[in-house]
């Protein structure tokens, strides 16, 4: 009997030690994570100095919040999922009842000083992973969530119209690239299809694709590894079209229309004036959109501007023919009363008492001087009618070849405009 406990009891003690090796705990000593190891904590995890570090990465792009194209600068919201190879940290999983995997603090073992070369500014979008998980093969995994705020060199050409491709280098700050490598984890395609499908917000752009390509900097006389991801995205042009572009091209085609109005030219005149000074608000709105250090000029701001530039002609033109046809108004008005004290004249000259037989012999020769004058002041005033309506013809005919050129310009505009926007 008493035998029998014996061996009870040394099972079960048999029993506890072999339960003792099953809890992280225990791996976490066999591991000498307890202890403030500054072999783990600080120095490169590696057996030979010699041996380089390669570290795994896949960035994410979960969403755009701003891009300012003043600034020239996009901030993003990124997953950082890196993993490189410890050589201090490995077990056999028999050993440990299986256990193939272990999570413990960031600061219990060494991590890579890795940094985004663009970044102005870079926050942690959530609450920081303080954590990494160990596995029995000597990797090591952590992922980060990232708000960046990043450089990036925008071509605002075909503003709004426009795809920007921004880059995020990312490099080590310390190492050499015979001490550290950064590789990609995940290929292209799948970088991209997971972006898209996490993409959080449904703002102005959309992500187009991710790239990534190798490069190699000298820094400070060391060769530093990189790893670039090129982030492709394209504006959404809708808000811009309806809010923009319909506008300046309705205060044209307005323009356009007003050829055809019988009001007076005064009206006309202001009509053209308050259309000039609708696209000059659009152009101080403009302003403050685009950056004014641009290589070239994109083409809605040559757009705005040649169209004010057309209605600015346009204005002056209207007021040239306004100049015609008051001319024109000014002859008209002076002949009839011109011909009137003419006529008045020769009444007065006609009439008079005949006061001997000398003066009825002289009556004729006076009324054919007075029909001669009157015939002379019909013929000077049909002359001024003539000038008259000669100038109200000048006027109209140069209306209507400017509307003439002034449309085939327009058109001709349109076309080429469409031609660059769209390529």
Known sequence: MRLRWLLFFLASVGCVSANANCSYEALTEYLGLNDNNVK??????VDNWKNYITVFIDLFVTSITEVNEKAQSITTQVTLAHGWGNDFTTWK????CGMTACTV?????WTPDIVIAESIKTDIATMENMFVRLESRGVVLTTNTLAVT???KMDLHLFPFDTQSCTLTIMSSMHSKDQLQIRPFSDASFLTQSSQNAFQTQGEWELLNINMSNNQINFIGDLRDQLIFQITIKRKPVLYVIDFIMPVFCFLILDLASFFVSSGVKEKLGFKVTLLLAISVLLLLLKDMLPSTASDVPLIGMYCVIIFTLIGISVLET???????GKGNKSASVAPLQSKSALSDAVKNTEGPADSVSDRNEAPPLTADALRQIFMEFQVQN???KKSLSWTRVAKIIDLVFFLMYATTVLMFLIVLSIAWFP
């Open 40 to 45: 783990l904590t600080s120095l490169r995890p």
């Open 93 to 96: 999983p028999d050993d440990f």
């Open 105 to 109: 603090k960031k600061d219990m073992v």
């Open 150 to 152: 990043s450089a990036c």
């Open 319 to 325: 007021i040239f023919v306004s100049f015609l046809m």
């Open 383 to 385: 002359q001024q009618e």
